[in-house]
């Protein structure tokens, strides 16, 4: 990745806690959702999207996971923003890395609605018939998902331009777990590892980014 060559020192610390909040977003989520699924009664990541521990009396510390996760996959769009100033997708980039922020964040407001047994008390089964707000929740998510695969699609292309092989593929890789099809009897599963993959590599591209611009 090309960054910033010649910068003030107040422009750097403002890109470089950017993207310090960028890079926390993934570890705070995780830390916060196997928390959750190891302390929850009911919750069956088997069964349970992670999505549906937004529901039930402590729904909120989801709720405010999914937002801190946005708004930190917000703050890194905005570092990649201003780190990156040339380059394949330069422009494109952050804007699909905010998508990705945003979706999370709406993915947060909006909440799933309760089934198969969770949170305790609910139906053990499917809903008959989503509610608006899980509507938009899966719309949320799915669009978000959808953005940053694109993002890891246009670093892609850009280390392909550049020769970096094993970085080219890693990116084109996590695109496509990110782009598969929803399996319906392994969805819970597929979707945790669709936000680790997501996650890690919103970490490794902050990290990766903090690097490159305070050794330029």
Known sequence: MTTIAATGPAVR???DRLLLAGSLAGPVFFASAVTQMLTRDGYDITRHPISQLANGGLGWIQITTFVLAGFGGIALAVGVRRTLTEGAGRRVLPIFVGIFGAGLVAAGVFVMDPEYGFPVGAADGPVGEMSWHSIAHSAAAAIAFTALAAAAIVLTVRQARRRAALPAV??????????MPMSPSHMSIQIAVNGLVAFTWTTVVAVSLRRSSWSA
């Open 13 to 15: 610390r403002s890109a």
């Open 170 to 179: 890693l990116n084109g890789l996590a695109a496509l777990i990110l782009l």
